[in-house]
């Protein structure tokens, strides 16, 4: 039976890692808003560190199984929740994402709706654990569990987002025990699906930000443009980088939006090559300390729930990077622990929450 | 265990979530390679790429050389100014920002759109003009919409401010932008697109000394081009200032005589070279030019019939009329055939069986027995038509080629033309056709095929007034060029140059004193007499085509003629020599009164210089018949054979010193203790009373 879960079993290696870049984090952004209006974020952002801190040990608390309880609940209200942005939300920088709720706060759900769907999904795929792999049926319930709020994301238009969605289907599906051949039919159908897909979902700036990254130099002063300045941010950092508060085209306002999605860029022209690696290493060194609590974990949700953590995690750190570097479009992907913004700030960190609470509570039983 | 569905026992295979971490390495190494190849195998080019983006070359321009006259006052000055520039790579949304743009500045937005079609070529972040010499609330427009139009931006210059009234403007010429053939031609590597270049005159031609070197700033900038801070200045070189050989009481002179009449005066130092006044009219304001110049204004220039742009003291190439005869008087000298020609004028002679009239016979007079001097100073056709006859073509296109006709004077000025002095081979080479002989006769009198322009003409008479030697003209002093640029200079303008064409003494003399009689009442030009000024010169009055051509192309009238003179004074080793084309001004005489305005004021700064007064009236010989101011009555043929007799005493005798020497003779007031005193500056003065009763007042050439 379930003894008391104590702060023995809390995981301080990954806090560390997890605080240590969240410190690079709060200084880069105070060096890529040090010369625009957006000057005070580095204290925000620590005041959403602090809070997303707070909901951690909150929620370390409070065993998971509570919240695969209430999932359904909780996808529901989320489904509810993106409609109503649909409806009256926000209209900012030509997309609905935001719901403005009284006392001033921007409610973005499409982020809380990533934490609700890997519990969900999680809790999915472990009720259908035991019965030697997955139907078809089973697979299509999974993708309309998913593809549900992944459209309405879309429809925002929040193409990024809903990209995230993505690796929470995918992760529970591999580690859910879909066979090979049904894995290979997968791919194959997704790859004929892209093509109407691209005709008729995708918007023209979306389908020109994916084609743009591949000739960044075609359009410099369209989406190209975000690309090359990134690039040449980066590629400025050298070995050694710029030193902090000295990359010109962070200070000069060449790279877009340093502070959110190319902080990454931003980083890699102020500290170089060896501060890009090390913030690399932490995030391998975070992620397979994760990888170790899944393992670790009392039981299957647990485990799911974290790999579904991890493959968000993964994903972002893919494409965002990728992105700063031209290997991937621009998404508008932020990167997490280290883009500033409230919602990523407090998911990384209730997912972390969830995390401490699957491994305090792994002896439990 | 509240959810018996819950499969606590189940697992996740362990080699699943070693793909995992298998794949999460495979993705950092990615990323870590991806970071390698920019970061250290590109680091050197997106340094040098970061560093274009951030320093931005401000070009600091450089004021252009002033001009002044020859005393150092000052012909055209530069002011301040500021002009608006457009780059497009720093727009944000250009299209929908040109309304705003083009109300700001006053502007079309279809005028805007067809600049950045011109400019459509050019890279983006090169800043394309977009209107220049704005104004103080244009500026402060786009100082207020830095943000939202950081396309926009705004560099000071100085521009050319000139004479108004197209005051020289032939002369000083314009500047504009520098066009693409211009660019391609390797005199002009220097400048850039957009650059500012001398486009005409003497901003043409000196313009390697004129433009200076433009600096730079190389200023830190952010995306949106806003300044943070400057790396190094290179400062920028002013352009050199150029003296000029006009004298501006000269050009005012010509200027206000020749009015609005169509045509050009051209006056010339015939010991130099040195021009001392160009005029040309119509005239055109070149501080249109200073400022971008609109499209129609530019057609109306451009297209209009009297041909404004046209410099005609040096490209209007037409028939010299009578002007001519003194060069064909001088090569009939020297040839030995005029000395001893005799011809009897009755209106008009036969020649190769055509009937060519003199000028005379239009009043129902001739001008009878002619020699050489009569013939010139009363400007007989026929005593020319015998004389060309008699030398024949070659031997006139021979002198007129000595005397520089046919070809470029060498003036340091664009675009010179070359006139053209016919000649058989000429006409062979030109036209396949044989040569008639009346053309010869037609030649003779300056007329046919002959062109030539008021340039060549005024150095051509002054030339021969200064017995022989022919200078090459030009506006700016040669020791203004630097030593290194001569050579260019010399290349740049061909012509005939200086050069020296023998003449007899006995010859020269006969020519100007004929010259001198010219103003004389029996001459064809006495009304333009100056009381107390040795002038001498020679009319001309061109027909500009024939009048069968004329009604062949359905002039109702005969056409006009072009009224030429070209004057020298004193009327041996000139001082000054003057050409004025008054087209369609009719009568040779006519022109010859604007010559005696230019050569009037010349002689006047002369002697107020030299604090030498001018003589009172009274001090004139007694018997001298009349006043400068009084009409004088237009001399028919036999006054003036009566007034010759007079003119003889008028003019000093060919065989006194005085007259010989051809200047430096005048009265000399008695010095107190009784020896002569010679005043600077009064060496015009040449009255009968004068050369005849003041021996000792000579001095030699």
Known sequence: MRKLISFRDFDWVLLGFVLLLSVVSVLEIYSATLHTKFVHFDQKQMFWLLGGLVCMFILSFINYHLLLDIALWAYGFCILALVAVLAVGQKVLGGRRWIRLPGGIHFQPSEWVKLVLIIAVARYFSHLAGRGGLTWSDIFKSMAMVGLPMLLVLKQPDLGTALTYAPILLCGLFLGGISIRKAVILVLAAGIAIIPIWHKVLKPYQKQRITSFLQPDTDPRGSGYQIRQSLIAVGDGGIWGRGATKGTQTQGDFLPIPYTDFIFA???????????????????????????????????????????????????IAVNVGMVIGLMPVTGIPLPLMSYGGSSVLFTFLALGIVMNIRMSRFVN | MTNPARHSEEKVPAIKLAVFQYLIALVLVILISGLWRLQVLGAQNYRALAQANRVRKVPILAPRGKIYDREGRLIVDNYPSVTCFLVPEQARYLQADLPLIASGLHMDVEQIQSTLRHYRHTPNYQPIPLKSDITPDELAFIAAHGNELPELETIDEQRRLYPSNGFAAHLIGYVGEVSEEMLDDPRYAFYQPGDVVGRSGVEEAYDPILRGQDGSRDIVVDSHGRELGVLGTEVPTPGTSLKLTIDLDIQEAAEKALGQRNGAIVAIDPRTGEVLAMVSRPTFDPNDFAIRIHRDEWNKLINDPEHPLLNKAIQAQLAPGSTFKIIEAVAGLQEGIAQNLIVDCHGGENFYGRFFKCWISARHQSHGITNITKGIFQSCDVYFYTLAEKLGIDKIAEWAHKFGLGEKTGIDLPDEVAGIMPSPEWKMRNYHQKWFAGETISVGIGQGAIAATPIQLVRAIAGIASDGALKRPHVVFPDEVPASLREYYQEQFPGSGNKTVPISYANWVTVTDAMSQVLSFAGTAGFAHLNGVDVAGKTGSAQTMSNALAQKLGHAHTMDD?????????????????????????????????????????????????????????????????????????????????????????????????????????????APDGQPQVLRGARFLLTPSAASTTPHAVQQR
């Open chain 1, 266 to 316: 931003a980083y890699s022209e102020e500290h170089g090559f060896v501060g890009a690696a090390l913030v690399l290493l932490l995030y391998f060194l975070i992620l397979m300390r994760l990888i170790q609590n899944a393992q670790s974990a009392a039981d299957l949700p647990g485990t799911l729930i974290v790999m579904g953590v991890v493959a968000v995690l993964i994903f972002q």
């Open chain 2, 562 to 670: 072009n009224a030429w003179f070209v004057g020298v004074s004193p009327r041996r080793n000139p001082e000054i020599a003057v050409c004025i084309l008054w087209e369609k001004g009719a009568e040779g005489y006519l022109s010859a009164r604007l010559a005696a305005q230019v050569i009037e004021a010349y002689v006047d700064k002369q002697r107020r210089l030299g604090n030498n007064l001018r003589p009172p009236v009274q001090k004139r010989a007694v018997g001298t018949p009349h006043t400068p101011n009084a009409p004088a009555p237009r001399t028919t043929a036999a006054r003036a054979q009566k007034t010759m007799e007079m003119a003889g005493v008028w003019n000093a005798p060919a065989d006194s010193p005085a007259a010989i020497a051809g200047q430096r003779a005048f009265p000399l007031p008695p």
